[in-house]
């Protein structure tokens, strides 16, 4: 039963993405309402706010996706190797998704970058979350004040590596996502080596 049910809600949950992709290509973000959107996916309003807060949240699905595929790859991660390659191997392995580049397109040209920016903070915020999870995990024992300290600033300064390089592709205005995976590996390298 509950397989079902997450295999409904998983289809919902795309018919949603997929209308309102389709709405923002076609009309535009500003001028595609949750109703337009509901409606082409078959759904009532109330079931579009239970997948999504805001027609605006769509644009930011890509990285949502992204967060549950690198908590998932993190996860198979060998606990002794260097947090560094794990969170690169983490991320190289993200999948490629034709519908997730246009949404990236979309949030550029639509969205205001203060809009852009303050979600990519919490996206940030949460990808290190999931690095200090994933220490705490490796280490399996119980946190002291030193432990903890540790694990965020490693997680701050490897994530804060990461949307840097990001940030960087976002201003450079390109869509070439070769780019982007060479400034993350620079940045992830750079950490690497070690502050100065």
Same mark, same amino acid.
């Given at each position: ?144 004040? %030193?432990?903890?300290?540790? %694990? ?23 869509? %070439? ?7 993350? %590996? ?11």
């Amino acid at each position: 039963m509950t397989g079902s049910m997450t295999s409904r809600s998983a289809r919902t949950r795309n018919a949603l993405l997929t209308a309102a992709l389709q709405r923002f290509l076609d009309h535009g973000v500003a001028t595609t309402s949750v109703a337009d959107i509901a409606a082409d996916a078959g759904v009532t309003e109330r079931t579009f706010y239970r997948y999504f807060p805001s027609k605006e949240h769509i644009l930011f699905s890509d990285y949502d996706a992204r967060l549950d595929w690198f908590r998932a790859a993190l996860r198979v991660r060998p606990p002794r190797e260097s947090l560094v390659v794990s969170v690169r191997a983490a991320v190289e392995s993200f999948p490629y998704d034709n519908a997730l580049l246009e949404i990236a397109a979309l949030r550029t040209r639509e969205l205001e970058i203060d809009t852009v920016n303050a979600h990519l903070r919490r996206v940030q915020a949460d990808f290190a979350d999931e690095i200090v999870q994933h220490l705490r995990r490796r280490r399996g024992t119980a946190d002291d004040g %030193d432990a903890v300290l540790r %694990d965020r600033l490693q997680a701050q300064m490897i994530t804060s590596a990461m949307f840097t390089a990001l940030g960087i592709w976002l201003n450079a205005g390109t869509d %070439d996502f070769t780019d982007l995976e060479r400034l993350i %590996d620079s940045a992830l390298r750079i950490i690497g080596e070690g502050v100065r």
